[in-house]
Protein backbone atom coordinates (compact mmCIF):
# COMPACT_ATOMS: atom_id res chain seq x y z
CA UNK A 1 0.00 0.00 0.00
CA UNK A 2 1.40 3.35 -0.62
CA UNK A 3 2.22 5.26 2.36
CA UNK A 4 0.13 8.24 1.44
CA UNK A 5 -2.96 6.21 1.00
CA UNK A 6 -2.52 5.06 4.17
CA UNK A 7 -5.90 5.17 6.37
CA UNK A 8 -4.18 4.83 9.75
CA UNK A 9 -2.40 7.64 8.45
CA UNK A 10 -5.85 9.33 7.60
CA UNK A 11 -5.15 9.46 3.48
CA UNK A 12 -7.17 7.55 1.54
CA UNK A 13 -5.86 8.54 -1.64
CA UNK A 14 -2.13 8.60 -3.19
CA UNK A 15 0.16 10.91 -5.03
CA UNK A 16 -1.79 10.59 -8.26
CA UNK A 17 -5.09 10.98 -7.00
CA UNK A 18 -3.98 13.63 -5.18
CA UNK A 19 -2.09 15.57 -8.26
CA UNK A 20 -5.23 15.41 -9.99
CA UNK A 21 -7.51 16.77 -7.59
CA UNK A 22 -5.06 20.04 -7.40
CA UNK A 23 -5.17 20.44 -11.05
CA UNK A 24 -8.70 20.00 -11.37
CA UNK A 25 -9.53 21.98 -8.73
CA UNK A 26 -7.35 25.30 -9.83
CA UNK A 27 -8.87 24.94 -13.19
CA UNK A 28 -12.51 24.97 -11.49
CA UNK A 29 -11.82 28.12 -9.71
CA UNK A 30 -9.90 29.64 -12.65
CA UNK A 31 -13.34 28.71 -14.74
CA UNK A 32 -15.47 30.33 -11.89
CA UNK A 33 -13.39 33.40 -12.19
CA UNK A 34 -13.88 33.60 -15.54
CA UNK A 35 -17.33 32.87 -15.42
CA UNK A 36 -18.19 35.80 -13.02
CA UNK A 37 -16.35 38.25 -15.53
CA UNK A 38 -18.64 36.87 -18.50
CA UNK A 39 -21.50 36.80 -16.67
CA UNK A 40 -20.53 40.65 -15.08
CA UNK A 41 -19.48 41.81 -18.62
CA UNK A 42 -22.18 40.10 -19.94
CA UNK A 43 -24.86 41.97 -17.41
CA UNK A 44 -26.71 38.79 -16.34
CA UNK A 45 -28.92 38.43 -13.65
CA UNK A 46 -28.18 37.90 -9.90
CA UNK A 47 -30.10 34.38 -10.22
CA UNK A 48 -26.91 33.57 -13.24
CA UNK A 49 -24.47 35.48 -11.16
CA UNK A 50 -25.12 33.05 -8.43
CA UNK A 51 -24.18 29.48 -10.49
CA UNK A 52 -20.77 30.15 -9.96
CA UNK A 53 -21.08 28.71 -6.34
CA UNK A 54 -21.09 25.15 -8.33
CA UNK A 55 -17.51 25.11 -10.06
CA UNK A 56 -16.56 26.95 -6.48
CA UNK A 57 -17.42 24.40 -4.54
CA UNK A 58 -16.49 21.28 -6.86
CA UNK A 59 -12.95 23.32 -6.99
CA UNK A 60 -12.83 24.08 -3.50
CA UNK A 61 -13.84 20.56 -2.54
CA UNK A 62 -10.69 19.14 -4.72
CA UNK A 63 -8.45 21.38 -3.10
CA UNK A 64 -9.14 20.21 0.31
CA UNK A 65 -9.46 16.80 -0.80
CA UNK A 66 -5.99 16.97 -2.20
CA UNK A 67 -4.29 19.34 0.96
CA UNK A 68 -6.03 16.37 3.31
CA UNK A 69 -5.22 13.27 1.05
CA UNK A 70 -9.20 12.20 1.58
CA UNK A 71 -11.45 11.06 -1.28
CA UNK A 72 -14.79 12.22 0.33
CA UNK A 73 -16.53 9.52 -2.23
CA UNK A 74 -13.84 6.65 -1.45
CA UNK A 75 -14.44 7.52 2.47
CA UNK A 76 -18.07 6.86 2.41
CA UNK A 77 -17.85 4.07 0.79
CA UNK A 78 -14.90 2.83 3.58
CA UNK A 79 -12.50 2.47 0.60
CA UNK A 80 -8.95 3.50 -0.12
CA UNK A 81 -6.58 3.38 -3.08
CA UNK A 82 -3.84 0.93 -3.51
CA UNK A 83 -1.65 0.31 -6.56
CA UNK A 84 -4.16 -1.91 -8.32
CA UNK A 85 -7.59 -0.30 -7.67
CA UNK A 86 -9.50 0.37 -4.07
CA UNK A 87 -9.68 -1.82 -1.30
CA UNK A 88 -12.24 -1.78 1.49
CA UNK A 89 -10.61 -0.20 4.70
CA UNK A 90 -9.94 -3.27 6.77
CA UNK A 91 -9.69 -1.52 10.19
CA UNK A 92 -13.07 0.26 11.57
CA UNK A 93 -11.53 3.22 13.72
CA UNK A 94 -9.32 4.16 10.78
CA UNK A 95 -12.74 3.77 8.69
CA UNK A 96 -14.83 5.56 10.66
CA UNK A 97 -12.31 8.49 11.46
CA UNK A 98 -11.64 8.83 7.14
CA UNK A 99 -15.58 9.28 7.45
CA UNK A 100 -15.69 12.11 9.81
CA UNK A 101 -12.74 13.84 8.26
CA UNK A 102 -15.15 13.67 5.09
CA UNK A 103 -18.23 15.09 6.68
CA UNK A 104 -16.06 17.96 7.84
CA UNK A 105 -13.96 18.42 4.29
CA UNK A 106 -17.58 18.96 2.78
CA UNK A 107 -18.96 21.41 5.36
CA UNK A 108 -15.73 23.18 5.15
CA UNK A 109 -15.92 23.18 1.07
CA UNK A 110 -19.59 24.26 1.10
CA UNK A 111 -18.75 27.03 3.60
CA UNK A 112 -15.56 28.76 1.82
CA UNK A 113 -17.67 28.16 -1.63
CA UNK A 114 -20.60 30.24 0.16
CA UNK A 115 -18.45 32.66 0.95
CA UNK A 116 -16.58 33.10 -2.37
CA UNK A 117 -19.53 33.12 -4.71
CA UNK A 118 -20.91 35.99 -2.22
CA UNK A 119 -17.47 37.83 -2.83
CA UNK A 120 -17.44 37.49 -6.81
CA UNK A 121 -21.30 38.00 -7.05
CA UNK A 122 -20.61 41.76 -4.73
CA UNK A 123 -17.58 42.09 -6.75
CA UNK A 124 -19.78 41.57 -9.94
CA UNK A 125 -21.98 43.98 -9.19
CA UNK A 126 -20.31 46.87 -7.49
CA UNK A 127 -17.55 46.96 -10.08
CA UNK A 128 -18.15 48.64 -13.21
CA UNK A 129 -16.85 45.96 -15.45
CA UNK A 130 -18.52 46.87 -18.67
CA UNK A 131 -17.01 50.15 -18.56
CA UNK A 132 -13.55 48.24 -18.91
CA UNK A 133 -14.44 46.58 -22.06
CA UNK A 134 -16.38 48.88 -23.93
CA UNK A 135 -14.50 51.97 -25.66
CA UNK A 136 -16.39 55.69 -25.64
Known sequence: MNSLSSPE???????EGINFRYFFGGLLIFFALG???????????LFLRALVFF????????LIQAGKGVCV????????V???GTI????????QALEQQAIR???ISMVVACLLAVTLMLASLLIPWQSFFTTA
Open 35 to 45: MTLLLAVMGAP
Open 88 to 95: PIANPAAR
Open 55 to 62: PLWFGVLC
Open 73 to 80: FLAAKGQC
Open 9 to 15: QGRNIGE
Open 82 to 84: VAH
Open 105 to 107: IHI
